[in-house]
C-alpha cells in the first residue's frame, strides 16, 4: 500500500491525473468513438482512481492500473450503450427495419485528423466496432495507442502470446470486414 | 487488378491507425472530475448524516419503549405486592 502517498491523496492524484489524463481520455476515445462518452468515462477513470489510490498495490504499474480501470470502464460503457439501444429499438428510436439508430449521437470522425484521412479512419473505426471485445480492446491499446505488448498484457491480465494472438485475429477480421466494405460500395480512394 | 486494389485500399484503411493525431481532452476535466468529486463527497456526508441520526432516533425510541416497560411491569409488581399485602392484612383481621 502507498503509505507516503496518503499523506498527500490530492497532489498525488493530480500528478497521476497530468500524467495520465491523455492517454486514457484517446482510449476512451478509440474504444467509444464519441467525445462526450470519452470525456464522460475519462471523469469516471479519474473518479475512481481518487478514491482507490489507497487501495493500489506496487505490485503493479500506476498506468498499468490506471488504464486497466479505462478499459473496463469503456467495457461498461459500451454495455451499458447496447442495454440502451435494446431499449431505445422497443421505444422506436431505432429504425425498425435496419435496427439503426435513427438519431445517432456518434461522432467518429477523429478531430484531429486532416480532411483525406477522416473517411479511411472512419471506416477503420466503423471495423474496430464490429471486433470482438478482446479483440477490439487489444487492437486499439496496441494499435492505436500504440502501448507495448507487455503493457497491453499487463493491461488486460493476459499473457503476451494472448495479445500477439488477439492482434494477429483483429487484423485478419479487420481485412475481411474491410474488404466487404470494399466489395459493398466499390470505394475508391 | 481489383483484387490488388481492394488490397491496396485495405493496407490504406489500416495503415490510418499511425497516423492519428493524439487528441487533447478539455482543458477544463480536472476542475470537472475535482467537482465530481466533491459533489460525491458531500451526498456521501449527507447520507452518513442521516444514517447516524437515524440509528440514534432508532436507540431513543428502543430505550424509551424500554423504560416504559420496565415501568409498566414495576407497576404491575408492586400492585401485586399491594393486593398481596391487603390479602394478607384481611386474613390476618379474619382470625
Known amino acids: 500500500m502507498l503509505e507516503i502517498k496518503l499523506q498527500n491523496k490530492e497532489a498525488i492524484f493530480e500528478n497521476i491525473f497530468l500524467l495520465h489524463h491523455k492517454r486514457v481520455y484517446n482510449i476512451a476515445f478509440a474504444m467509444l468513438k464519441n467525445i462526450a462518452d470519452a470525456e464522460d468515462v475519462t471523469q469516471e477513470v479519474f473518479i475512481n482512481v481518487f478514491h482507490a489510490i489507497s487501495q493500489f498495490k506496487e505490485e503493479a504499474q500506476i498506468s498499468t492500473w490506471v488504464h486497466r480501470i479505462a478499459v473496463n470502464k469503456c467495457l461498461d460503457h459500451i454495455k451499458a450503450k447496447k442495454r440502451k439501444k435494446r431499449l431505445a429499438f422497443i421505444t422506436s428510436l431505432f429504425d425498425p427495419e435496419t435496427g439503426k439508430q435513427i438519431h445517432d449521437a456518434h461522432n467518429h470522425l477523429h478531430p484531429g485528423k486532416i480532411l483525406e484521412q477522416k473517411e479511411a479512419h472512419r471506416i477503420l473505426m466503423d471495423a474496430i466496432d464490429l471486433l470482438k471485445t478482446s479483440q477490439k480492446t487489444a487492437f486499439v491499446l496496441s494499435q492505436i495507442e500504440k502501448l507495448s505488448q507487455k503493457e497491453v498484457a499487463a493491461i488486460m491480465e493476459i499473457s503476451e502470446k494472448a495479445v500477439e494472438s488477439l492482434n494477429h485475429r483483429a487484423k485478419e477480421k479487420l481485412r475481411i470486414i474491410l474488404g466487404k466494405f470494399y466489395q459493398k460500395s466499390k470505394v475508391n480512394l | ?95
Open chain 2, 1 to 95: 487488378m481489383n483484387m490488388k486494389n481492394e488490397e491496396q485500399w485495405v493496407n490504406q484503411v489500416l495503415a490510418s491507425a499511425d497516423q492519428i493525431d493524439q487528441l487533447t481532452p478539455n482543458p477544463f476535466l480536472y476542475q470537472k472530475i475535482k467537482h465530481r468529486i466533491v459533489q460525491q463527497e458531500r451526498a456521501s456526508s449527507n447520507n452518513k448524516n442521516t444514517l447516524k441520526w437515524s440509528v440514534a432516533f432508532i436507540v431513543l425510541l428502543g430505550l424509551n419503549t424500554a423504560v416504559l416497560f420496565a415501568s409498566a411491569k414495576k407497576d404491575r409488581t408492586r400492585h401485586q405486592l399491594k393486593t398481596n399485602i391487603e390479602l394478607n392484612n384481611q386474613t390476618v383481621y379474619s382470625y
